[in-house]
């Protein structure tokens, strides 16, 4: 079964920064859109971005926006999610996610949450003082 590796999480204050890896061993991240996903507390489980392939355009859910940044490496071995100030809300199992890619930019939804084809296995985020 083929599945994305997360790397990354912990536990930090508010305001601090935390930086997730993604990454699919044996395949390029290259040719997929790839979307982070988290999933807080008792709430389900929500898109906060997307880069796709191409030309690597991204976007943001509006509670993350100009706070995280979303990244590739050239050689399509890792994702990247920086999270700079850091919220209690933000505080989460954090997924990393692919599909394949399809013509066209949707912002954040170029990475549905239900049509997404390889999930990671989800690392802990903690935001607490």
């Known amino acids: 079964q083929f599945q994305l590796e997360e790397s990354g999480g912990g536990l930090v204050q508010p305001g601090g920064s935390l930086r997730l890896s993604c990454a699919f061993p044996?395949?390029?991240?290259?040719?997929?859109?790839v979307g982070w996903f988290r999933q807080a507390p008792g709430k389900e489980r929500e898109g906060i971005s997307c880069i796709i392939s191409g030309d690597y355009s991204a976007d943001y859910q509006d509670s993350v926006a100009g706070r995280f940044t979303v990244s590739r490496d050239n050689a399509g071995k890792t994702v990247s999610l920086q999270m700079n100030n850091l919220k209690t809300e933000d505080t989460g199992v954090y997924f990393c996610a692919a599909a394949s890619a399809l013509p066209g930019f949707y912002g954040v939804t170029s990475c549905p949450n239900s049509g997404m084809d390889y999930w990671g296995t989800g690392a802990l985020v903690t935001v607490s003082s």
């Open positions: 044996g395949f390029s991240l290259l040719n997929y859109n």
